[in-house]
């Protein structure tokens, strides 16, 4: 069955910092995988997804991450957090022959000035 | 282009009556998802439908629960006799085709008392 992981429910970093979420994913065959973020009192909006190719998958607002499949994680990167990033932030996965989206529990992202 | 709209927003009931939320998804979107979140999880999912057919339903759900697509475009999902398990934020999406991301609404948030 497939599932995904983050690691650490909660994250914080100063304004400028180096951002990295966790994820690590399971899954028998080759997955399609997902990073959504969700501010607060709003919906889920994707900020980016890797299906097949580069492996190295940008997104908006500055976000990037990098499948590895021998690590079968797909973590989360920003290079210089900005305080409008404070939001929780949800990796997914879909794969096989399943039609439904998988979420993982989620991190909370803190920014401090 | 005018997004996922869900409705209520927000509904809040006794425990044992029954409610109905309303989901628009994007026109032109075939599949329409369900998804339930509570506090600190991720979101987790329900059912979803390929136009008007409900092509899978979580095991998690209980009969209590129904939901319909009657005509491949707006979507309702019934909750009976509502318990205070139910209460959560109800969430719908939709996409365009398999595999491909997710739209969300802003959600329904239910509680029930």
Known sequence: AQSVTQLGSHVSVSEG???????????????????????????????????????????????????????TSFHLTKPSAH?????????????????????GTGTRLQVFP | DTGVSQNPRHKITKRGQNVTFRCDP????????????????????????QNEAQLEKSRLLSDRFSAERPKGSFSTLEIQRTEQGDSAMYLCASSLQRNEKLFFGSGTQLSVL
């Open chain 2, 26 to 49: 994007i026109s032109e979107h075939n599949r329409l998802y369900w998804y339930r979140q509570t506090l600190g999880q991720g979101p987790e999912f329900l059912t979803y439908f």
């Open chain 1, 83 to 103: 305080m409008s990033d404070a939001a929780e932030y949800f990796c997914a996965v879909i794969s096989g022959n399943t039609d439904k989206l998988i979420f």
């Open chain 1, 17 to 71: 910092a180096l951002v990295l979420l966790r994820c690590n994913y399971s899954s028998s065959v080759p997955p399609y995988l997902f990073w959504y973020v969700q501010y607060p009192n709003q919906g889920l909006q994707l900020l980016l997804k890797y299906t097949t190719g580069a492996t190295l998958v940008k997104g908006i607002n500055g976000f990037e991450a990098e499948f590895k499949k021998s690590e």
